[in-house]
């Protein structure tokens, strides 16, 4: 059993789970208080490698620094790989699919200043803490989402749209006339891209850079001499177990919550419109969506417990007075530009690990992305950011006051519709794939939507 936990592909609801447990793990640590946020230290290290060119494009807004638990859930990816025995370098990408990787981290990144963070901010922490900004930035980032696959689809590159490759699928259907897949060409070598060269060298200077300065120094934040061995630990183990979690089965916010609008999809028009037959069967069996609930409903449920019990507080994802208009804008972005990038940020990360080509695309493209925010900021903050929308944090502190009742009441309400959420989406996959509930959970993606049309399963 833990030979095949180590050497194949998790379903989503584990990769989920494991997801969920990172995000309590730093729940805890941060002393009941905080969730995972990883966005600004994504720009600290980036401030910190612009030392070594001399700039401070990013660095006159946000203090160099490094952020263990990006470096752990890089590293978790990593291991994952390693346990496989296959990274995902033989992955290959059309040029065309690399530059919409790079716009899409430009997009994305851009949206995370005026949205307050990234969709892992807002929908695995800000939803289970029932962040009312949260679930606007996710409905107003949903029809985007589904607009900025349209528009890969128009541009052909809609077969590139896969949950996770492996190669031994990749290459038994490499010609499967439903099933065809542009990413695997026999005749790849990434040792021979020259853009792969390229992409990794920006990749190590991204991660080198702090890494020495951090380990050897003290002049940037979050460096061991400050904080010590112990907290860099503590700091990258969530980071490790979301890594790993995402890299197991390929969990994505953005795959996530496009999932449930599958069910107006025909296959003849998804397929005539260049979606692969694996992703249509994905979507349509809410596979990522149990994913996406199983690790909210869990870290929810934890936050509920230790509120109720006064051992801790719900997070805010949203700033001091809870929604703003960056929160309309920046969802829009968010979405479109985690679906050029084949992932939301912490899934690039997990990519990143695994070694693909979108997500090293998709590096400099979040450089670039927080230049505008850097250059502009007190203009932008002051049009998007300056005023609060509502007097409410959360969706139970609104209920409490609008319709009456207690926020406790409430907050237990809300859990139940998310579990009510989960239960329905491993029933919505069970009835489409016309399996059991012990296949739903023990089966991995490849093993549900590929090997039984293919006779292989």
Known sequence: MISKLIRQQWPFWLGGVLVGIAEILYYIHSDHYDFIVVTTGFAQMYAASEQLLGLDWVGRVYEPGIHWTIIGALLGARLVGL?????RSWVRYDKRMLALAFIGGLLFSFGTRLAAGCTTHHFVGGIPAMSIASWVVLLSGIPCAFLAFRFALRTGLGGYFRHQETRE???HCYCHPEHHNPCYDPDYSPWRDPARWLMNGILIVFLGVPLVLAVFGDAIQGAVSQIGWSEVIWLAAP??????????CGFGTEC???APESVFMQQETSRAQGVPLCTFRMFRSMLPLQGF????VLFNLYILGAWLLGKGSIPNAAGEQ???WGHLVGGPLLAVGAVFMVGCE???YARLGLGYMTALAALPGFFIGYIPYTLFREQIDGLLLADGLTDYITVAEWAASTLGGSEEVWSIAYSLVLIGI?????????????????EIMLKNTDDLVYKPEMGTG
Do not use: N, Q
């Open 293 to 296: 609930m199983a690790a909210i």
């Open 422 to 438: 989960l239960v329905l989406s491993f029933d919505a996959g069970r009835r489409f794939l016309g399996v059991g509930f012990k």
């Open 322 to 324: 809870g929604l703003y």
């Open 239 to 248: 980071g490790i177990l979301l890594g790993i979690g995402i890299a197991k």
């Open 169 to 171: 699928i990749a290459a």
């Open 256 to 258: 996530s919550v496009m």
């Open 83 to 87: 346990g496989e025995g296959e990274m």
């Open 346 to 348: 912490v899934r690039t």
